[in-house]
């Protein structure tokens, strides 16, 4: 007979649980990856006389004291370039302190271009904030950090980050599908 009453007890609330629900998923407000964190794509440019490895571990320390995780890689010797998924709280102080540089060793940041995403989530998932090397090759479809070979032209097919599906790995030819990549969301120059 209880569970005859709580069934009956959730018929009578069902209305008003429903009318707290935000899309069809039946996701309760601030359950949502969007209400909890802030992902974003981000571009410095710095002065030449800015060291990669200041600018990196300075973002490194950044992303650990406000519990965020991505990657930053150098893209030419001004630029770096990465992404970042943090908290909502913390999300726009770790992109004023990528915006920031290191602080007193003379690196200025001179250009600063981020792009957030819609839905929070990064491309490159590390457990940590990883310092990438120089030789793998991350780019995307769209600024900030766009592949060369799309630089000119806007793809309508591409999402929220600039991807397209099943157009994951570019080489001088063009572009063609691979699992490895598609599977991990990313271009791959080779």
Known sequence: MCWLSNALLLLALAPVVSAELVDDFNIPKGWRMQDRYHGFRYEATVDQGCLFDAYAEAAQAAADELACFGWVQRTSPSTMAGESRCSKATGEKMQGRLRQGPPGNGCDVVGFETKDYADT????????????????????????????????????????????????????????ATADTVSAGRLERR
Do not use: M, W, Y
């Open 121 to 176: 989530k990064i491309k490159l998932h590390f457990s940590h904030f990883k310092i990438l090397d120089e030789e793998r090759k991350t780019c995307f479809r769209d600024t900030p950090h766009q592949c060369p070979e799309f630089s000119a032209k806007k793809n309508p097919e591409a999402d929220d980050a600039g991807f397209v599906a099943g157009l994951e790995s570019c080489s001088e030819g063009g572009c063609a």
